[in-house]
Nanobody
Framework: QVQLVESGGGSVQAGGSLRLSCKAS????????MGWFRQGTAKERAGVAA???????TYAESVKGRFTISKDNAGNTLYLQMNSLKPEDSAMYYC?????????????????????WGQGTQVTVSS
C-alpha cells in the first residue's frame, strides 16, 4: 500500500512560482510511475506532468516550459516546480502513483491508470 502526502500549495500572484512536494511511503518512488494531476471546476482530474520508472517525463501542453516534475530518490519525494503561474493554473493539485512501472506514454496523464492518491493541495493564482 502506497501513501502519498502533498504539501507546498498556496496563493500567489500571476507570474509567481510554487513548488509542490509529495512524500511517498509504503514503496519507493524508484519503483513507481508517478504523476501530478489537478482538478478545478472540471469534473475530471487532468494530468499535468508524469514521470515513469524509466525516468521518462511527460507534460500537458498547457504547462510545458513552465512546470518541471522531478524525484528525489533519497527522500522518496516527488516534486512539481511551477513557474510563470497563470490564473488558469488554479486548482486542487493531486499526487498519484501506480505500481505499473512501465506505463505507456498515452496512459501517464490519464487519472484512470493510477491507484494511489494523495489528499491534494490547493493552488490559487490571482491576476
Amino acid at each position: 500500500q502506497v501513501q502519498l502526502v502533498e504539501s507546498g500549495g498556496g496563493s500567489v500572484q500571476a507570474g509567481g512560482s510554487l513548488r509542490l512536494s509529495c512524500k511517498a511511503s509504503g514503496n519507493t518512488v524508484t519503483r513507481l510511475s508517478m504523476g501530478w494531476f489537478r482538478q478545478g471546476t472540471a469534473k475530471e482530474r487532468a494530468g499535468v506532468a508524469a514521470i515513469r520508472r524509466s525516468g521518462g517525463l511527460t507534460y500537458a501542453e498547457s504547462v510545458k516550459g513552465r512546470f518541471t516534475i522531478s524525484k528525489d530518490n533519497a527522500g522518496n519525494t516527488l516534486y512539481l516546480q511551477m513557474n510563470s503561474l497563470k490564473p488558469e493554473d488554479s486548482a486542487m493539485y493531486y499526487c498519484a502513483a501506480s505500481n505499473n512501472a512501465w506505463m505507456a506514454a498515452m496512459e501517464v496523464l490519464n487519472y484512470r491508470f493510477y491507484g494511489y492518491w494523495g489528499q491534494g493541495t490547493q493552488v490559487t493564482v490571482s491576476s
